[in-house]
């Protein structure tokens, strides 16, 4: 199966390219290859690549981070999921996409 690992270099995406790297044709890219918050750069990655499964590891999870930035954790972890969904729709694409366990009280 022809799969495209985003964010690839972290946690996750480095364990998810080990282990279906063996069985799977894996490609993997993250930060310095495109940028999940821009629509066409998402578009073009997948565009490019022609994955049958996207597997979305990237995120920003500097905890922290998100607490202090939200307008970033919002364009990365809620808009960036949006793009992908939007550069794969109509293409038969599968998308995997996990979610966090952590929970933030946004009010
Ligand atoms: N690790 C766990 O135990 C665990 C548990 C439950 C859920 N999850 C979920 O799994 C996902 C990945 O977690 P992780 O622990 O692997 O995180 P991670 O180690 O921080 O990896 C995330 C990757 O995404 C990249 N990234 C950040 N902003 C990006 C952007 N704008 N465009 C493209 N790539 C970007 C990061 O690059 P930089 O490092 O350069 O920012 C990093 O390589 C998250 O959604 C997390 O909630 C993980």
Redesign the pocket.
Known sequence: MKILV??H?????SDLMLRLGAAHDVTGI??GD????AGDDCARVIAEFSPEVVIN?????NVDGCEADRERCFA?NAG?VKNVALACRGKGIRIVH????YIFDIL
Do not use: H, N, P, Q
């Open positions: 985003l964010g270099k972290g946690m996750l995406g993250d930060i495109f940028d999940i918050t590891a990237a995120a920003y999870t990365v960036g996990f979610s966090t366990d």
